[in-house]
């Protein structure tokens, strides 16, 4: 009885591993001294793979630095729940210095970072998108933070004691886009 109920549910759909419309985006991001909000002399680089899950609404994000330490991002950001990396929303493809820009989702210190021979590593997997919106006191919908990542509005920026407003970024941007 038990095994025919079990095949029941299952051939209605309700032991399915996944949702059937639930999508995972990829996007990229290469970082340097001229994608930051204010560009900078510095010949540190890093390269970001973020993979958006849609159902889940999460985030997961491999990023590897070259050229920045642990030990040089902002003290002053290091210690607080915001963390030194950011995924900050613009108002649309003109990153610089002057364009009106929000922070969107942090990556908090931690755990997730880890230090290399020449930089720093993060790996952040499942992190909610509603939670670090939150601590950052975002009120943008994920729907809405989709959206700016699809249509190339986001940039990745690494805050340092030698540049607090960011010493690395890089637009991010959908894999498979010119």
Known sequence: ?????????????LFAAAPVNARVLNFHANLDGSGAASPTDSKATG???IHVDTDAETVDMTLDVHGVKTTDLWDKLVHRPIGPV?????G????GAGATS???F???????YAATADGFQ??????????????????VPFADFVKSLEAGDIV?????NAYNDGEIGGAVIADGAA
């Open 156 to 160: 990745l920026n690494i805050h340092t």
């Open 92 to 95: 649309g493809h003109d990153h």
């Open 47 to 49: 390269h970001a793979v």
């Open 106 to 112: 942090p990556f908090p210190y931690g755990s997730d």
């Open 102 to 104: 929000a922070l969107a």
């Open 1 to 13: 009885m038990i095994r025919r109920a079990a095949m029941l549910l299952a051939a209605m759909g």
């Open 86 to 90: 950011h995924l900050h929303i613009y």
């Open 122 to 139: 993060i790996v952040a997997k499942g992190s909610p998108y509603g939670v670090s919106a939150a601590t950052v006191n975002s009120t």
